[in-house]
Structures are given as structure tokens and as C-alpha cells.
């Protein structure tokens, strides 16, 4: 509210700035106006005395008249060119402030999901696996061999989903601090396929194929990190896909000795206008579709971050007939190649 208010009082005071400006500018105009007025008619008057004039067409035609003339036009000119100047840097400060504004708001509306999605992502797990310890507790006699291992199944899948969750909180932190990642040399294939065979395992209704050329230069990277962007990537797949989702991990050299990653799916697809925001911590596409799928909005930030934080570069391209193709370029470590 403070903050509020506290914005009003600047614009307020802005506003009022602004017309003082044009009111000075006016009033600074009129005297200009007078003065010449004043200096035309004693300078009239002067040479009529002298003698130097008879008629008013020979004194607007003196020299002396144009020099009076060209002396209030400069005058005229500088008092709205500064006039100008100031208006415009006063209105560049209000849009300034404004889009401030706008983003301050926009970052507080993320936030606000954010928490709510947080919120939801931690109960959720939670509540699942309290459930299972309960019915194991309860019904520890009744329960089959089979029903145990089943229940034990899906409490470490909801383990393992907080522990994902946890990971990005604190991959997330890490970001947006001087955090070095370790540079050492990695065989990109062997990560993903490693990559690919665990989501499998993990979405057994989804089909993931890894291809790569016979032969990829290596590049210097964190595995870890890397292997976050990978897991991110293919799980928004999965995610965002309705029914069995199809995702190609696709590895090649590119141009100027770097190699290229996509990974493409056949999805409900990014809209272009969100191709740069779905990057933005916190951003969720605001979607009927999107809001009803499980996430924190902080996946494709950190994918971005670690590509970045790589040399490497990242964009969205649609995918025909439907779909999205996230394409990574990374620089090589060297000419050396793997097979």
C-alpha cells in the first residue's frame, strides 16, 4: 500500500513538473516577444531621429532591424528547444518509472504462482507418501507381497519427485550467484543416452529415441548440470504432450566446431509470442492446458542459465506438423571427436 501510494505522490509530482514546463516555456516565449517588441519600437524610433529611415518599409529592411529580428529568432528557438528537451527527458523518466511498474507487478504475479505451484509441488508428494505409510501401518497383515512392493514403487517415485523439486530450488539459487560449474571434458552421447534410458524407464508409455552422428566433438561441461537440461527438456516433452508422448533427441557437429542438440516433440507446441518468456523465472504459459500440468515455472530458467553459463546458446522452433524443437548450440573443447 505504502508502495502505492508513494508511486501516486511520483507521478503526481512528474505531472506537476511537466505542465511548470510548458507554463515557463510560455510565459519565457511571451517575454521573449515583448522585449522584442519593446527593443523594435526604440530602435524605430532612434533612427527616425537620426534620420536614417523615413518610412517603416526602409526601417524593416535596415540592418540594424534584421539583426534585432535574427537575435529574438535564436532566442525564440532555444527557449523551445530547451523546452523540448526537458519535456521529453521528463516523459522518458514516466515511462521509465512506468515500465518499472509494469515489471515490478509482472514479477510479483510469478511470484505469487510460483509459491502457489511450490505450494501444490510439495504437498502433493507429501500427501502421497503419507498415505502409503499409513495404509502400510494399517493394513500391514492384510496386504500382499505384490501390493507392498506396488506401494513401495510409487512412494520412491513421489521421493524422487521431491527430490527433483529440491534440486531445481537450489540449482535455481545457485544461478543467480557467482556459482562456478566444473569444466572438464564430456562425451555429450554417452550423458544423454544415460539421460534417455532413465526417463524410459521413468515413462515407460513414452517412446524417446537418441540419435547421434558416428562422430561428435567433445565439449567441456558440468555433467550434472548438463544432465539437468537434458532431464528438463525431455520432461516438459512428456509433460506437455497429450497421451503417449514421441520425443528425438537428436546429437550433430555443427558449423565453426560446435555441436548441436535437439530435442523435439510432437506436443500442444509454444506459441511465438512466449518463445523468450518461457525462459523468465517463475513464467508459466497461462494456458487452460498449461495450468492443469504439475510445475514450478523454473525449469526452462534454469536450462537457459546452464547454457548459458556453458557459451552455449539456446532457442524454441516449432515443429511440423505440431510440436516444439528446443535446439542448444555448445562450443567444442576441441578437434578431438568420439565415436
Same mark, same amino acid.
Given at each position: 500500500m505504502l508502495k502505492r501510494q508513494l508511486r501516486g505522490f511520483t507521478y503526481f509530482v512528474l505531472s506537476y513538473? +511537466? +505542465?511548470?514546463?510548458?507554463?515557463?516555456?510560455?510565459?519565457?516565449? =511571451?517575454?521573449?516577444?515583448?522585449?522584442?517588441?519593446?527593443?523594435?519600437?526604440?530602435?524605430?524610433?532612434?533612427?527616425?531621429?537620426?534620420?536614417?529611415?523615413?518610412?517603416?518599409?526602409?526601417?524593416y529592411a535596415s540592418p540594424q532591424y534584421q539583426a534585432l529580428k535574427q537575435a529574438y529568432q535564436r532566442q525564440?528557438?532555444?527557449?523551445?528547444?530547451e523546452t523540448t528537451v526537458l519535456i521529453l527527458s521528463l516523459m522518458a523518466g514516466i515511462y521509465i518509472i512506468y515500465r518499472g511498474y509494469q515489471?515490478?507487478?509482472?514479477?510479483?504475479?510469478?511470484?505469487?504462482n510460483f509459491l502457489l505451484s511450490i505450494t501444490h509441488e510439495l504437498k502433493s508428494p507429501i500427501a502421497g507418501i503419507r498415505l502409503?505409510?499409513? =495404509?502400510?501401518?494399517?493394513?500391514?497383515?492384510? +496386504?500382499?507381497p505384490a501390493q507392498l512392493t506396488r506401494l513401495s514403487e510409487i512412494g520412491i517415485k513421489e521421493v524422487d519427485r521431491l527430490n527433483r523439486l529440491v534440486e531445481d530450488l537450489l540449482l535455481s539459487a545457485r544461478l543467480e550467484t557467482a556459482y562456478q560449474f566444473r569444466h572438464?571434458?564430456?562425451?555429450?552421447?554417452?550423458?544423454?543416452?544415460?539421460?534417455?534410458?532413465?526417463?524410459?524407464?521413468?515413462?515407460?508409455?513414452?517412446?524417446i529415441a +537418441?540419435?547421434?552422428?558416428?562422430?561428435?566433438?567433445?565439449?567441456?561441461?558440468?555433467?550434472?548440470?548438463? =544432465?539437468?537440461?537434458?532431464?528438463?527438456?525431455?520432461?516438459?516433452?512428456?509433460?506437455?504432450?497429450?497421451?503417449?508422448?514421441?520425443?528425438?533427441v537428436k546429437l550433430a557437429p555443427g558449423p565453426k566446431n560446435c555441436l548441436v542438440v535437439k530435442i523435439a516433440d510432437q506436443g500442444i507446441g509454444i506459441s511465438k509470442e512466449n518463445h523468450q518468456r518461457i525462459f523468465q523465472k517463475f513464467f508459466r504459459v497461462g494456458s487452460e492446458e498449461t495450468r492443469q500440468t504439475k510445475g514450478t515455472g523454473l525449469g526452462l530458467f534454469i536450462v537457459k542459465e546452464i547454457?548459458?553459463?556453458?557459451?552455449?546458446?539456446?532457442?524454441?522452433?516449432?515443429?511440423?506438423?505440431?510440436? =516444439?524443437?528446443?535446439?542448444?548450440?555448445?562450443?567444442?573443447a576441441t578437434e578431438s571427436k568420439v565415436d
Amino acid at each position: 500500500m505504502l508502495k502505492r501510494q508513494l508511486r501516486g505522490f511520483t507521478y503526481f509530482v512528474l505531472s506537476y513538473m +511537466l +505542465l511548470a514546463f510548458v507554463w515557463w516555456s510560455v510565459l519565457l516565449h =511571451t517575454k521573449n516577444e515583448d522585449a522584442f517588441r519593446a527593443k523594435s519600437e526604440l530602435l524605430q524610433i532612434g533612427m527616425a531621429a537620426e534620420c536614417l529611415i523615413d518610412t517603416p518599409e526602409e526601417y524593416y529592411a535596415s540592418p540594424q532591424y534584421q539583426a534585432l529580428k535574427q537575435a529574438y529568432q535564436r532566442q525564440k528557438y532555444m527557449i523551445w528547444g530547451e523546452t523540448t528537451v526537458l519535456i521529453l527527458s521528463l516523459m522518458a523518466g514516466i515511462y521509465i518509472i512506468y515500465r518499472g511498474y509494469q515489471r515490478e507487478v509482472e514479477a510479483s504475479r510469478q511470484q505469487s504462482n510460483f509459491l502457489l505451484s511450490i505450494t501444490h509441488e510439495l504437498k502433493s508428494p507429501i500427501a502421497g507418501i503419507r498415505l502409503i505409510l499409513q =495404509t502400510i501401518q494399517r493394513r500391514r497383515q492384510q +496386504l500382499e507381497p505384490a501390493q507392498l512392493t506396488r506401494l513401495s514403487e510409487i512412494g520412491i517415485k513421489e521421493v524422487d519427485r521431491l527430490n527433483r523439486l529440491v534440486e531445481d530450488l537450489l540449482l535455481s539459487a545457485r544461478l543467480e550467484t557467482a556459482y562456478q560449474f566444473r569444466h572438464e571434458p564430456l562425451d555429450l552421447h554417452s550423458l544423454a543416452q544415460s539421460v534417455v534410458d532413465r526417463m524410459q524407464l521413468q515413462h515407460p508409455e513414452a517412446e524417446i529415441a +537418441l540419435e547421434a552422428a558416428s562422430e561428435l566433438p567433445i565439449i567441456k561441461g558440468d555433467a550434472q548440470a548438463l =544432465t539437468s537440461v537434458f532431464v528438463n527438456l525431455i520432461e516438459n516433452a512428456i509433460k506437455y504432450t497429450h497421451g503417449p508422448a514421441k520425443v528425438k533427441v537428436k546429437l550433430a557437429p555443427g558449423p565453426k566446431n560446435c555441436l548441436v542438440v535437439k530435442i523435439a516433440d510432437q506436443g500442444i507446441g509454444i506459441s511465438k509470442e512466449n518463445h523468450q518468456r518461457i525462459f523468465q523465472k517463475f513464467f508459466r504459459v497461462g494456458s487452460e492446458e498449461t495450468r492443469q500440468t504439475k510445475g514450478t515455472g523454473l525449469g526452462l530458467f534454469i536450462v537457459k542459465e546452464i547454457v548459458a553459463k556453458h557459451g552455449g546458446q539456446i532457442k524454441v522452433m516449432p515443429n511440423h506438423p505440431q510440436g =516444439t524443437v528446443f535446439q542448444l548450440t555448445f562450443p567444442c573443447a576441441t578437434e578431438s571427436k568420439v565415436d
